[in-house]
């Protein structure tokens, strides 16, 4: 966990450069209350099953991961620390060979891993240790077989989702040169950026297919060794809001995105399929008979929630980057009211549909003053409040109900079969609230 020290404390209206004219955008910069981006290493190393994350950090480190992550009972775990400790800070042991002595056990022993991550923390930016450097040092020891890369987690500056951020711009920037248009039959093909969990991606692979889409690949896979084919002939679409690195490598190599909304709830879900229909010129018909059931399903799933949820007011502290597009969906198919949306930034191209379909006058505020947030929320008095876990038991202790926002990371959320669930993480705080009370 980190907490920034404030540097200038503003707030201003910008909501005529953020082309969301009918929006409140402000600003305000302060301390904030984050975790780092360690944390994506939690759901990363479920997804990509044959790669291994080194965090190189310190004691702390080692325990956020540990304690975010929980211990595998049944299988090795596939992520650890390697502990910068007092010989390394004070130069007696040179980090560097120390590194690749703890790579060389760690890779002699678990021959299952097809690629390690090596993942910088604060202390390792803190002493200038260059995993870059080593990172290409040990492929040159391990390559062919496993593949090293490195990308920072540190908590300076950065929110947790941006770990999977700059993990999966590493491995864009690792992927060799395509083969030429030629050679892949100058096809266009779908690409779909974000780590979603194997069960929505077997259903959103299922309405491709529905749609006449087959040449579709997700990213990150399952299987590190499964490299995505990005050229010219790419069209993607963004399934997590927070991949602004990632994406625009993905672009430098000729790739288009698809402007969306993020697959969030029935209607957020159904626009984004639409975007990769309109891209490939898929008929309505065809895509309409694709969606209809799976959106009944989602429709008739939200609609039970909608009665808890309905009128009720919702403040968002800033953390997981997902806060627009959930309050999208909460305020257009739940009915909540928004008091105020805090995100740790906004970026205007990815966000530019969600924005859209904000209700008017929605306060959106850009940044963090922890303080001055607070005494918002105190003021506004929501129903219910998304923040961190810092923020989490003080505000409980208040009075307030609150919903942690990285659950909404660690739950399969995405598409029209998990749109109830989402709902659920909502509505469940309040439901369990009424019932104590009663
Ligand atoms: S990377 Fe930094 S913020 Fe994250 S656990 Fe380590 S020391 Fe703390």
Known sequence: MNSVIPIVSHTRSSSTQSGA????????????????????????????????????????????????????????????????DDRDLSGIADANDELDRVVNQLLKRRKDIKTLFLVGSCPSEVIKLDLSRAAQRLNIQFNPGVRVLNYSGSGIETTFTQGEDACLASI??????????????????????????????????????????????????????????????????????????????????????????????????????????????????????????????????????????????????????????LARFLSRELGMQLTEVGVPYIHRQHMAQELELLPAQTLIMEGQHVEQQLDRCEQAKPDLVVCGLGLANPLEAKGFTTKWSIELVFTPIQGFDQAGDLAELFSRPLFRKEKIAA
């Open 21 to 84: 004219a009918h929006l409140d955008i402000r600003q305000e910069r302060g301390q904030r209350e984050v975790f780092c981006g360690l944390t994506g290493i939690i759901w990363l190393h479920r997804k990509i099953q044959d790669a291994f994350f080194l965090v190189v950090g310190s004691r702390t480190c080692a325990h956020l991961v540990q304690s975010a992550a929980g211990v595998m009972i049944f299988a090795e775990p596939r992520f650890g620390t390697a502990i910068i």
């Open 172 to 325: 864009v920037e690792s992927l060799p040169p395509p083969p030429s248009l030629q050679a892949t039959g100058q096809k266009k093909r779908l690409l779909i950026v974000g780590t979603l969990a194997d069960v929505v991606e077997d259903q959103m692979q299922r309405i491709f297919k529905d749609m006449g889409l087959t040449e579709v690949e997700f990213f990150p896979g399952r299987n590190s060794q499964s490299l995505p084919l990005i050229d010219e002939n790419t069209v993607f679409l963004l399934a997590q809001p927070f991949l602004a690195d990632t994406a625009k490598r993905i672009e430098a190599k000729g790739a288009q995105r698809l402007p969306a909304p993020f697959p969030l709830g029935s209607e957020g879900t159904s626009e984004w399929f639409k975007a990769a229909a309109l891209s490939f010129n898929i008929e309505e018909t065809i895509l309409e008979k694709a969606l209809f059931a799976p959106r009944q399903r989602a429709q008739t799933a939200i609609s039970k929630h909608k009665v808890l949820l309905e009128n009720r007011k919702i403040f968002f502290f800033p953390d997981s980057q997902l806060e627009i597009p």
